[in-house]
């Protein structure tokens, strides 16, 4: 089991920044890949970001490149999402997720926080 508690949303201006944070805890971490997820009002949860723990094998959706940068400590076993040049259009609930790095699917989630962009 992995045990996941994001934390860092808030409100903030367009062309501002934010930094989310994901402590895990549970197990070891070295077989998962760690991963950001977003949901607008509205619309399906989409894919942002993701890291595997051990490390390299960095992604990010097309939609985020260039302005957010995912990073993991192993020291703290928190996973991080710097989010800078924010857009209204990054306005969700974001949740931090982890799989096995042989699974396709992320199995396990936190609670989500909300990250509120205006124009």
């Known amino acids: 089991q992995v045990q996941l508690v994001e934390s860092g949303g808030g409100f903030v201006q367009a062309g501002g920044s934010l930094r989310l944070s994901c402590a895990a805890s549970g197990r070891t971490f070295s077989g998962l890949v760690m991963g950001w997820f977003r949901q607008a009002p509205g619309k399906e949860r989409e894919f942002v970001a993701s890291?595997?723990?051990?490390?390299?094998?960095?992604d990010y959706a097309d939609s985020v490149k260039g302005r957010f940068t995912i990073s993991r400590d192993n020291a703290k076993n928190t996973v991080a999402l710097q989010m800078n040049s924010l857009k209204p259009e990054d306005t969700a609930v974001y949740y931090c997720a982890a799989r096995l790095i042989i699974r396709r699917e992320y199995n396990y989630w936190g609670q989500g926080t909300q990250v509120t962009v205006s124009s």
């Open positions: 890291i595997r723990w051990s490390g390299g094998s960095i």
